[in-house]
């Protein structure tokens, strides 16, 4: 395998790595420092009330998605606990998607549907070929 192959799968999940860090990052950063927790809760979460879901879960909801956008986004920034992270920001994707779906049969994918497929993508890709991670260093590092 040459040098430039690899470099060339490095950086392709390099890229979707932390494009996919930025968009989640972002998000979750406007929802706990811009807006507040509490002002997403007023503002989105809070209409859920009148459905099946009781508030303890929707308020729960409202933190466990917001900080996990946060601080999985930045752990997919530098690459770090990479499988979990995949895993926590997958469960948002899950939990909002159901969420638009109690709120209305047909909702506009835009929001879920690109972060869904660039996580897919990060999920079946091999892990081994995203070398400019913290996860990597660290590995290599162990073993040198």
Do not use: C
């Not at 494009?19 to 809760?41: A, C, D, N």
């Not at 409202?62 to 930045?74: D, F, H, K, P, R």
Request: glycine residues 8%; hydrophobic residues 55%.
């Amino acid at each position: 395998m040459t040098n430039q192959y690899q470099f060339e799968r490095a950086a392709g999940l390099f890229f979707l790595r932390v494009l996919l860090g930025i968009i989640f990052f972002m998000q979750g950063f406007g929802k706990v420092f811009t807006w507040g927790i509490e002002g997403v809760y007023a503002s989105v979460f809070q209409s859920y009330e009148s459905t099946i879901l009781p508030q303890w879960l929707i308020y729960f909801t409202a933190y466990y998605t917001s900080l996990v956008e946060l601080i999985g986004g930045a752990l997919l920034l530098i690459g770090f606990f990479r499988k979990w992270t995949y895993l926590a920001l997958a469960s948002v994707l899950l939990i909002v998607s159901f969420g638009h779906g109690l709120a209305s049969p047909i909702w506009s994918l835009n929001d879920v549907f690109p972060r869904a497929v660039l996580l897919a993508a990060l999920f079946l890709l091999p892990a081994s070929w995203d070398n400019w991670s913290l996860d990597s260093w660290m590995a290599r590092a162990k073993y040198q």
